[in-house]
C-alpha cells in the first residue's frame, strides 16, 4: 500500500511560500512536487477552505498564504489535507466469531488507538514557524559550508 504523502507534500508547498513574497501557481507547485495541477488544485482547495492559502486567477494570480505560521501546526495542515489515516494496520475480519481474532482485534485496536492518539497530540505541538525556522538555520549553515568551500579554492 502506497504511502499518503499530502501532509509532508503540502507542508512543503506553504513553507516555500512562507520563504518568497509571491503567488505560486498550480503549474509551478505541480513542477515542484512532480504532479499535476489538477492534483494541486484539489489538494489546495483544503487549505483554503480552512483559511491557510488563499488564491487569484488570471495573470499575477497564484496561491499565497493567508496564516500566521506560529498560529498554524502540523495538526491544522493533516486535517485540511483530508486527514489520512494515521496507521493502516487493519484487522483481517471486523466481526470475527472467533475469540482468539476477538481478543487481537481488541488488542491491536487499543494500541493503535492509543498510537494514533500520541501521534496527532506531538502534530498538534508543532507550529509552521517551527519548520521554517529549523530550515531557515538549515540554510544559513548551508550556505556557510558552500561560501567556505569556494574560499578554500
Not at 503549474?27 to 487549505?47: F, K
Not at 505560521?69 to 483481517?92: C, M, N, S, Y
Request: proline content about 3%; overall charge negative.
Amino acid at each position: 500500500m502506497r504511502s499518503d504523502s499530502r501532509l509532508s507534500r503540502m507542508l512543503h508547498v506553504l513553507l516555500h511560500m512562507a520563504r518568497h513574497d509571491q503567488p505560486f501557481t498550480s503549474e509551478q507547485i505541480a513542477t515542484m512536487l512532480s504532479t499535476n495541477p489538477v492534483v494541486v488544485r484539489r489538494t489546495m482547495a483544503g487549505l483554503r477552505k480552512a483559511g491557510y492559502v488563499r488564491s487569484e486567477k488570471g495573470h499575477g494570480g497564484g496561491w499565497t498564504l493567508s496564516c500566521d505560521l506560529q498560529e498554524v501546526t502540523l495538526l491544522d495542515i493533516h486535517k485540511a489535507v483530508g486527514g489520512p489515516r494515521i496507521f493502516f494496520i487493519g484487522h483481517e475480519n471486523e466481526n470475527p466469531s472467533c475469540g482468539v481474532a476477538k481478543v487481537v482485534n481488541a488488542a491491536l485496536g487499543d494500541v493503535l488507538k492509543e498510537a494514533e492518539t500520541l501521534v496527532m497530540q506531538r502534530l498538534e505541538a508543532i507550529p509552521l514557524a517551527e519548520l521554517l525556522a529549523e530550515f531557515e538555520q538549515l540554510y544559513k549553515a548551508e550556505m556557510a559550508e558552500l561560501d567556505r568551500k569556494m574560499a578554500e579554492q
